[in-house]
């Protein structure tokens, strides 16, 4: 993965740190110019650039900003080997004003100040023009995990979402999501795939339509909803696990095609996960255009008798150019309503509700902390390593705040569990959010940290990193053993059955040491046999994790999934 697809640049800041500068008397020579690094950028002249060129200079500078933290200097009238020649009044003006065309095209950036000199005997000038990264938006996220079965469309309805083009009937919209070539010969998902729409301050979308690139959308929004696009075949469920468990999601949206004939098994479990989980839930009816009426009327039935038998105390509102989308989103995030939604991917048709309604409910659900005073709590998702920085961690920050250099109330964080269930202390040296640089990292958002063990520790995924003295604080303990209060899905359970669990980004072979049917666990309107158990279960193998109350917990055995909750207690 490049340095973009991380999230992360190398901290450099005025890289070139020069021993002359081009506005000091006599200098006629710099050190040639680095194309490869750092935040300096030679420029002879920049005059009557064409729109074609106008966008290579903005994504240069995009890129000179990011290797400078949000910096970048730009050296005018001199050569890429550093010849000073200087230019003229009028061919420095056009400079100036191109600089400033590209600032307003990334619309974060800015001219911070403008030194030049005269060149001797000659009216030709240089100049050093600074350039930084505006103050960034106040942001939060909504990540929201897309489920369905195999076939539903769920990347399709992603790529007409987040790149608002119709798709063509043979799945043209997926394509901008697929990650490896053999996704994109058989069309079908094989790994987790994140997509983004942002919503300005004024609620308007930011998708790649008005974008050139992500990094550009994260600049633009205020909110952003990360889609968590999952897979729908049974071989790759151990993926679709961990996307539950270890990618923090917020909300569900279950993906129907309108030409099914009944709700597929796949599907139900995934409303009954929601109904575990007590996750908001929507639903996306795809495939509008190639629906029969008689078919669909049909499917809908069995949508809203699933609905009625798994969360009977929500309602069920089906979703055609409504008006009142805050208190749709509202309602939902409440867990009081589930939306449905009824979308075509070829004919454009219910995306803009869909829209409205996911741009609208983010400032409800998520709460970021702004003056570090809860524990930092990051876990990691994805990690990579990148020469001269070493090991960068991307994850969710689930509480507290994080500064570069160290905890922003100066808090020891530490790095762990290993499999003997160790931590070591560690120090984070810097952090990007949103794939922009950025001094500390918040509850509620995306962040990538560099992360520096100050002892021998393989990193690895569904590690945490938190504050030292937050290792046994609010029901945390390293161990081996839990209780889970849990919604059987598939069949019923027996003691000492062994079962894979997912735990955060991980999962460990686990056995049911005791199963607690007490009628009091029962959720309303759900079967004694298949909800509200309580389990008691062991990892194998001496395996040690950090596990707390309430963090989620999806099993599966073989190729289906068993049961879906979360914990209780650590034993």
């Known amino acids: 993965m490049t340095t973009r697809d991380t999230m992360y640049s190398e901290d450099i800041s005025d890289s070139r740190k020069h021993v002359v500068s081009v506005l000091q008397d006599g200098v006629t020579k710099l050190p040639p110019e680095l194309d490869e690094a750092g935040n300096v950028e030679y420029k002879t002249k920049l005059d009557n650039a064409s729109s074609h060129r106008a966008i290579h200079l903005a994504t240069q500078l995009q890129w000179r900003l990011a290797e400078g933290d949000g910096h970048a200097l730009y050296i005018v009238g001199v050569h890429d080997n550093g010849d000073v020649i200087g230019i003229s009044n009028e061919e420095f003006e056009h400079t100036i004003a191109t600089l400033e065309n590209m600032a307003q095209q990334l619309d974060n950036a800015r001219i911070v100040s403008i030194k030049k000199r005269v ?11 600074r350039l930084a990264q505006k103050t960034p938006l106040p942001q939060t996220e909504l990540r929201v995990a897309v489920l369905g079965d195999y076939g539903a469309g769920k990347s399709t309805v992603l790529g007409c979402l987040t790149h608002g083009e119709a798709d063509d009937g043979r799945g043209k919209a997926r394509l901008n999501l697929m990650r490896h070539q053999h996704e994109l010969e058989s069309g079908h998902t094989s790994s987790i795939t994140l997509s983004t729409v942002g919503f300005d301050g004024d609620g308007r979308v930011q998708n790649y339509t008005n974008n050139r690139s992500a990094e ?16 729908g075949h049974a071989k790759h469920l151990k993926t679709t696990a961990r996307a539950l468990t270890g990618y923090s ?14 709700v597929s098994t796949t599907t139900r479990e995934y409303i009954q996960i929601a109904a575990a989980l007590g996750m908001p839930l929507m639903v996306a009816v795809s495939k509008m255009d190639i629906a029969d009426k008689a078919g669909f009327a049909a499917l809908m039935h069995d949508l809203l008798g699933t609905l009625d038998a798994v969360l009977p105390e929500r309602s069920k509102c089906i979703v055609v150019n409504v008006d009142e989308h805050q208190s749709l989103a509202n309602d939902m995030m409440r867990l009081s309503v589930v939306p449905i939604f009824t979308t075509s991917a070829v004919r454009t048709l219910g995306f803009g509700d869909l829209t409205a309604v996911l741009g609208k409910s ?3 659900r998520v709460a970021c902390s702004t003056d570090g005073v809860e524990p930092f709590e990051f876990q990691v998702e994805h990690l990579y390593s990148i020469d001269a920085v070493g090991t960068v961690a991307t994850g969710w920050v689930h509480s507290g ?5 160290g905890a922003a109330d100066t808090q020891q964080l530490v790095i762990g569990p290993d499999s003997s269930g160790n931590f070591v202390e560690a120090d984070v040296s810097s952090i990007h959010t949103l794939r922009t640089p ?7 958002m995306s962040a990538s940290l560099a992360i520096q063990p100050r002892s021998p520790i393989t990193i690895q995924k569904g590690m945490v990193v938190l504050g030292a003295d937050q290792l046994e604080a609010g029901g945390r303990r390293i161990s081996s053993e839990f209780t889970a209060t849990v919604t059987v899905l598939n069949s019923d359970l027996a003691k000492m059955q062994a079962v894979v669990v997912h735990i955060r980004s991980t999962y460990h072979l686990a056995t049911i040491v005791d199963i607690d049917r007490s009628t009091e666990l029962q959720p309303p309107g759900c079967a004694q046999a298949t909800a509200g158990l309580r389990l008691r279960l062991r990892l194998s193998g ?19 999934l068993t049961f879906a909750g979360r914990v209780t207690a650590a034993m």
């Open 119 to 129: 060149l001797n005997d000659s009216e030709r000038v240089v100049a050093e023009v």
């Open 216 to 231: 550009h959308i994260f600049q633009r929004s205020q909110y952003v909803v990360t889609f968590i696009d999952t897979c």
């Open 362 to 364: 983010l400032a409800k």
């Open 401 to 405: 705040a994080v500064a570069a250099g």
């Open 249 to 262: 999601p917020h909300a569900f949206c279950v993906v129907i095609p309108a030409d099914a004939a009944e």
């Open 542 to 560: 001496n395996v040690r994790e950090l596990i707390y109350p309430g963090m989620p917990v999806v099993a599966r055995d073989g190729r289906s």
């Open 438 to 444: 950025t001094e500390s990292a918040k509850a509620g």
